[in-house]
């Protein structure tokens, strides 16, 4: 392609990220193991043309995140099959032509409890309610207070150690994008692309960091949802890239 403008390139690594996540998604059921989930990851985005974000970023030994039941975010995929009641969160980074999406889901394996129903369902519905007020001149609190707001009156509670992030030629640059209300005034423009992640514990908020440097897990062990999408600013309001 002789031209392409920073929105097509997000939109095409955007693209690839949610083909993906799609496919990684309808895998998870009993006995599948997050290193299948890795596996399949990485040929799917580098048969398309990407490249697997994550892989080697500081460090980091896989391509995705597999973050089962009180991991988080940033689960190391390993060799454990998945169980009836778990809750698997998929985070996946991808580059592709020098541009980078994210984006999070969080799947039940099976049926899910109606609470943990209840958890996914706040989570993805905060991230939602975020993305709908993404425009130019916004504030990145009101980002923030949306989501807090949205998890409280579940009576669930957000993580605040980790934040969402700006995006774009590279996986996290500037701003900051917190899950709670932060009083940042720096305001949204046209052109900017924002990583939006709710990270929401069903208990308390607060998280620990294992001794492998990685493995976000709660604190009090209770389980965690997490939902991302990549999110670029436009003139008139916003543009979602990680959808399919
Ligand atoms: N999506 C994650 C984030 O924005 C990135 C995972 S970091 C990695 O925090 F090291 F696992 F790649
Ligand atoms: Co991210």
Redesign the pocket.
């Known amino acids: 392609m002789a031209h392409q403008s920073k929105a097509e390139k997000l939109r095409t690594a955007g693209r690839l990220l949610a083909v993906c996540r799609q496919e990684l998604a309808g895998m998870v059921r009993p006995g599948v193991t997050g290193l299948d989930l890795d596996r399949r990851a990485e040929e799917i985005i580098t048969g398309l043309g990407g490249r697997p974000?994550?892989?080697g970023?500081?460090g980091?030994p896989?391509s995705i995140?597999v973050s089962p039941n009180r991991v988080v975010?940033?689960g190391i995929p390993n060799s454990t099959p998945f169980r009836e009641g778990d809750l698997v969160s998929l985070?996946?980074?991808v580059e592709k032509d020098g541009f980078y999406a994210?984006g999070?889901v969080t799947c039940p394996v099976g049926a899910a409890a109606p609470e943990y129903r209840r958890l996914m369902e706040t989570t993805r519905r905060a991230l939602e309610l975020a993305i709908a007020r993404v425009a130019p001149g916004v504030e990145i609190d009101e980002l923030g207070r949306a989501i807090e707001a949205e998890v409280r009156s579940n009576g669930f509670d957000v993580v605040r150690s980790?934040c969402?992030?700006g995006i774009g030629r590279q996986?996290?640059q500037p701003p900051e994008i917190p899950n709670f209300a932060s009083g940042n005034r720096f305001r949204l423009y046209a052109g900017l692309a924002l990583?939006i992640?709710p990270m929401v514990n069903y208990k308390s908020g607060s998280v620990i960091i294992l001794e492998d440097g990685?493995t976000v897990v709660t604190a009090d062990g209770g389980y965690s949802a997490h939902f991302?999408e990549t999110v670029l600013v436009t003139e008139t309001g916003h543009e979602v890239v990680t959808d399919l």
Do not use: M, N, S, V
Request: hydrophobic share 40%; charged share 25%.
């Open positions: 974000a994550f892989k970023y500081r980091y896989a995140c975010i940033h985070d996946l980074g994210d999070a980790f969402g992030h996986l996290h990583a992640e990685w991302e």
